[in-house]
Each structure stands twice: as C-alpha cells, then as structure tokens.
C-alpha cells in the first residue's frame, strides 16, 4: 500500500476514532462517560413532538426553570427546533433515559472528520499544500485545542445544539466543495438550513458558502445562476415558513420565539431590562470579554482559574493568531491588485474571494454573537466563538502559501501544546467545578 493512501486512513479513520475515545472518557477517564442530562431541554421537547405538543414537561418539578419559556402556563423553548427533531429516534426508543452525552460525543467526533474531508478538498481547491501532516494538525487543534473539546463532553442544552451546528455547516461547505450540481446544491443548501435552524447566527455563513460557488470552475450564465439558487434556497425557504409556523402555533405571533417570556437569571434580568436581548450595548465589553480578556492566573497547577463570564478564545487556543498573520499578507494582496499588480502575490483572485467569503461570514456571525446580553455564562473561555472558528480557520490556512520551513512549523507546534493543554484542563476543570455549580 502507498504511503500517501496509508496517510489517509489514518487520517480518515484513525484521527476520528481516536478523539471519539478522547470525548467519551475512555482514554481520559478510564471508562465510558454515558450519562443523560436533565439540562437538556430538546431530549424533553423531542418527545413532545413525538406525542404531538410544542411545549415540554418538566420532568425534574425541584428544579428551577433555567433558561426555558414560561407562556400561559406552559413551558417552551426559545431555540430554534432542529436539534429536537435529530433526537426523535432516539427518544421513541429510549425516552428520557436517551444518553445525552455519547450523542454529544458522536457529533462532535464526525465533526473532526467531516473538517478533515473538507480541509482536503479545500486544499485541492484552492492549491493549499497541507498535505497529511498539516490535515493532521489543524484536526487535531480543532479536536483538542479549542472549546469544541468541552462542549462535546457535555449533554446539556446550550452544547448539543453548538456542536450539532457545527455538522450540518461542515457538511453544507462539503456539498458545495463538491462537483457542481443540482443535487449536490440542494444539499448544501438543506444543511445550511439546519445548521441556520439549529444556530441562527450561522445564517451568516452564507457569505462564505456564496463565495466558494463563485470560484468553482463553471460556466455561468443567468438561467444557470438562477437554477443553482433555487436549488440552494429551496430548502431555507421551506425551513423559514415552517418555523414562522412554528412560531405562530406557540405564541400567536410568526415573529415571536418566546424571548419575551424567557424565565432567565437573575443574573442578566437588569441588562435585559434595559438593553433587551441583543443591543449595541453589549459590543465592546463582550468583544473584549470573549476574544482578548485573559483567564484569571494562580500560582499551583494548571496556572489559571475560572471566570463564568469566560475569557478570551485566543488564551484558550493561541494556535488562532496565525489567522492575523494571514490577514496582513491578505490585505496586503487586495492592496497590490487595487494598484494592478495581479501577479505580484501568491494569493490568486479566487483565493481573495474565498478569504474575503470567511471573513465577512466570520465577522457578521461574531457581531451578532458580541450583541446578545451575556456572553455564554457558565462555561470555560468563549463556548460562542465555536460558531465562527471555522470561518477563522479557512481564512488562517492559507498562511500556508507565505510561513514555510522549521521555525514556522516549531512555532505551530508549541501554540498547538499550549491550546490543548487549556482545553484539556478547561474539559477537567470545568466538569469538576463549574458543573457542580451550576446543577
């Protein structure tokens, strides 16, 4: 067997397997981490819609109403519906003993092979020579390196429906990477839509997914471009009428999610009052909070502390900072072909659009997270950010085309120790510590 092929199954299927028994707690346990959670409010509303309601029972009557909606008497959920209805097959069997956990895990492993198919046809693509070693790398540093880490080792609401996200927006970029055609375009467009009804944040990744289409080698004229976006929007369209329903069945109002009749802490009752939920307000302060705020340091083992509020994704994953040093040779680029120097950079005009694609999609995405009241209040670093690592991630890889040689690739391996010491401790701590708190 070549060595190339021999790479890719260990890229393949190794690399997968291996992080699935990292999430799962065998090979930092000991043993299976199975467990259900009863902050997990889609299993609940998954077996409403199997029984034909919109609104949850509450199983658990001793705890509070954390985070739900409380309308004439009835509890909801103000999260787009998605997530409820992928656990649907697993609710008609087990019902509430559905082990909210190893779902968890098994998203977020398909995650890290679903991003390594996608970085090698992105690769292809765009003439990005990573080869296996550098596949392996930016796997591994998005398996262990960020929060994707934590959060795909917990059950609870507010993380199934991240990682969940992240999938269908993998495979939504896949589809569209893909050979051109009507039927790989409605697929793309059917996982843009649940990835937008399970994140609506993500409705932004558009930008990205519009730029990728453009630099595909195809003939374009005005019938084909119509057809391609119909066969891309038909299933967002179809998605958006169901939840204006949707909205519409539970609260008389096709605009109204239930935010208006959120039981939230006490915690944000003051800013929510004054603010609302998603406000200019919050900007600064979030932005600072999330992306550059340092955690709280100490001076015994593992050196740094907790905040609920979080801290900066860049603490927690320094690999991140080689997306600034690919931002200079990338403005540096748009700047040279402004003045007519085309060939004067290694970066070809596709290669702008495309980057020019996940950087926008990547800032709309985290302006709308940096306007919502907190920050993502109980977890470790920024959990939020996960929504726009991807887009960060494309657009960084193309450093690849500038930082080549022994310092550059020294430099990436120290960064990526560091992330994934923050993340392993972050995964130990956070369940240790925070999670006793919080239930």
């Not at 690399?15 to 043993?31: A, D, H, S």
């Not at 019902?95 to 991003?115: C, E, M, V």
């Not at 937008?196 to 289409?213: E, G, K």
């Not at 080689?322 to 290694?346: L, P």
Request: with cysteine.
């Amino acid at each position: 067997m070549e060595k190339s092929n021999i790479c890719k199954i260990i890229i393949l299927i190794v690399i997968p397997i291996i992080v699935w028994l990292v999430y799962i707690g065998v090979l930092t346990e000991g043993k299976f981490q199975i467990l259900t959670d009863e902050l997990n409010y889609f299993k609940d509303l998954s077996i409403s819609f199997s029984q034909g309601k919109l609104n949850i029972e509450r199983p658990y009557s001793w705890m509070p109403a954390s985070d739900l909606v409380f309308f004439e008497g009835e509890y909801y959920l103000y999260w787009p519906p998605v997530p409820a209805v992928v656990y649907m097959p697993f609710t008609w069997t087990l019902g509430r003993n559905t082990p909210d956990t190893a779902i968890t895990n098994s998203f977020g492993a398909l995650n890290i092979l679903l991003l390594i198919i996608l970085l090698e046809m992105f690769s292809k693509r765009y003439g990005l020579k990573t080869g296996c070693t550098g596949i392996i790398f930016l796997s591994v540093f998005w398996a262990v390196g960020t929060v994707h880490y934590y959060m795909s080792t917990m059950g609870t609401v507010w993380y199934v429906s991240q990682i969940m996200a992240q999938t269908f927006l993998l495979l939504s970029v896949i589809f569209i990477l893909a050979r051109t055609s009507l039927a790989t375009l409605f697929l793309s467009g059917l996982f843009y839509s649940l990835a937008v009804y399970t994140r609506n944040d993500l409705f932004f990744a558009i930008v990205f997914i519009a730029a990728v289409y453009f630099t595909k080698d195809i003939k374009l004229n005005r019938k084909i471009l119509v057809d391609d976006c119909l066969a891309f929007l038909f299933p967002f369209v179809v998605f958006s009428v169901a939840n204006l329903l949707y909205n519409y069945a539970r609260f008389g109002s096709v605009f109204e999610n239930g935010l208006k009749y959120h039981l939230m802490d006490p915690y944000f009752l003051a800013n929510f009052k004054n603010y609302g939920y998603f406000s200019l307000h919050y900007v600064p302060y979030n932005f600072i909070r999330e992306v550059f705020w340092p955690p709280p340091f100490k001076s015994v083992l593992p050196f740094f502390d907790f905040n609920f509020q979080g801290f900066g994704f860049l603490w927690a994953s320094p690999v991140f900072v080689f997306g600034f040093a690919a931002a200079f040779y990338y403005i540096d680029a748009v700047k040279r072909r402004i003045r007519g120097y085309d060939t004067d950079t290694a970066l070809s005009r596709d290669d702008l659009i495309v980057m020019s694609g996940a950087l926008i999609s990547g800032l709309l995405i985290a302006f709308v997270i940096f306007m919502i009241m907190g920050t993502g209040w109980g977890q470790f670093a920024s959990r939020y950010s996960v929504d726009y690592q991807l887009m960060m991630l494309l657009f960084g890889v193309f450093i690849i085309k500038f930082w080549k040689g022994r310092f550059f690739k020294s430099v990436l391996v120290v960064l990526l120790l560091c992330s994934v010491y923050m993340n392993y401790c972050g995964m130990r701590y956070f369940m240790q510590v925070i999670m006793n708190r919080i239930r």
